[in-house]
């Protein structure tokens, strides 16, 4: 026997005090629970189970995984129609705002911004797309593995019957000379019960009791060895059962780890974010290049004809400034030049006010010589 193997059977052969216990259930509610071995071994009472528990169990695990991944999706889905939604609110909030406020590059460059949650939207759908398809493959996968039971609506592994049915063979003899054994000590007790002073059997002066009693402990003794050697060959059966147990189990667990990976790469794959890398840099390229305050304030001016022609602010500014000091010049020059024809108009008044004032006697001696004459 390989000494591995020995190794194992003579553990599981380890003699007991009470045999008959060997052939108790286990508390299976118990340990399913909390999958701890109570210090019994696989190879103790029907502790096979174990393994068929391992089958069985395995679907809830898988479908844990599968909700997983189907919430993680689902929720990836959401995000993409809320991008999309979300470009559509702000693209026909920013279209009906004020044109005197809102308005050539500034506003361009925001309708940029707010179409991108679509760009990203389009990057997302197809990730979206590809880590369904890993899903639904996983998915067929796991019910080929674990069907419908019939009439039910719970799923089992497809080779767990047919485990459990080997498992049961296998114990099946352990389990009669278990049995056997139990009733031969039940049988060597109640010899001992039936003495009335419940001193041991030997001393008993009943020879027949004696004998009975001795027949009952050879028969103890054979059975314990042919448990023995059954259990031996029990153990090595089983074991070979649980070698295709494993098998089972780990195309199960090959199955999880495969899903892992391609759930991995396809949901966090450097392909998509390199795609959405390059929207953000062709965004930043946009609004760096495009978006231009001057042009905008001159397009503001021109449309709505703050100048006459196309001539820019600053031009236009240094002109009217130009044309406001010169006249600012030319008032200055008329007041000064009416003011010299008011004093020059003043003083020719003056002069005729003078000249008449000089002839006036002349005027008066004259007259008063005409008069004179007229007497005479």
Request: proline fraction near 2%.
């Amino acid at each position: 026997m390989p000494k591995k193997l020995s190794k194992h059977v003579g553990s599981c052969v380890g003699y007991t005090t009470d045999l008959a216990a060997d052939h108790l259930p286990i508390n299976s509610r118990s340990s399913r629970k909390t999958g701890k071995s109570n210090g019994k071994t696989f190879y103790d009472d029907e502790n096979y189970r174990w393994m068929l528990d391992c089958l069985d169990g395995g679907y809830e695990v898988c479908k844990d995984f599968y909700e997983y991944m189907q919430d993680y999706n689902n929720l990836e889905k959401k995000h993409i129609h809320n991008l999309d939604s979300h470009s559509t609110k702000w693209n026909s909030k920013i279209q009906q705002q004020s044109p005197y406020s809102s308005y050539h590059t500034t506003k361009n460059a925001q309708l940029q911004l707010v179409g991108k949650p679509t760009e990203e939207a389009k990057i997302l759908r197809v990730r979206h797309a590809a880590i369904q398809d890993v899903i639904d493959r996983y998915l067929a996968e796991v019910e080929i593995i674990y069907p419908r039971t019939l009439f039910g609506t719970s799923h089992r592994h497809y080779r767990s019957s047919a485990m459990k049915d080997l498992f049961k063979a296998a114990h099946y003899s352990l389990s009669s000379l278990s049995d056997n054994l139990k009733k031969l000590r039940e049988q060597e007790q109640s010899i001992v019960n039936s003495n009335n002073d419940g001193s041991y059997v030997g001393n008993n002066s009943n020879a027949a009791t004696t004998k009975q009693l001795k027949q009952i402990r050879d028969k103890i003794a054979h059975a314990e060895k042919e448990y023995h050697r059954e259990r031996e060959n029990y153990c090595m059966r089983v074991r070979d059962i649980y070698e295709q147990c494993r098998i089972l189990e780990k195309d199960r667990l090959n199955l999880i780890k495969e899903t892992l990976i391609e759930f991995t790469k396809v949901a966090y794959s450097s392909e998509h974010v390199n795609q959405q890398r390059r929207v953000y840099e062709e965004l930043m390229q946009y609004l760096n290049a495009e978006q231009d305050t001057v042009a905008d304030l001159n397009f503001w001016a021109q449309n709505y004809r703050v100048y006459d022609s196309e001539i820019d602010m600053p031009s236009r500014m240094n002109r009217k400034r130009d044309d406001s000091d010169n006249d600012s010049i030319s008032v200055r020059r008329m007041r000064t030049s009416s003011g010299n024809q008011q004093k020059n108009g003043k003083h020719t008044e003056e002069n005729v006010q003078q000249s008449d004032s000089e002839d006036e006697p002349e005027r008066s001696l004259a007259d008063g010589t005409a008069a004179r004459n007229e007497v005479k």
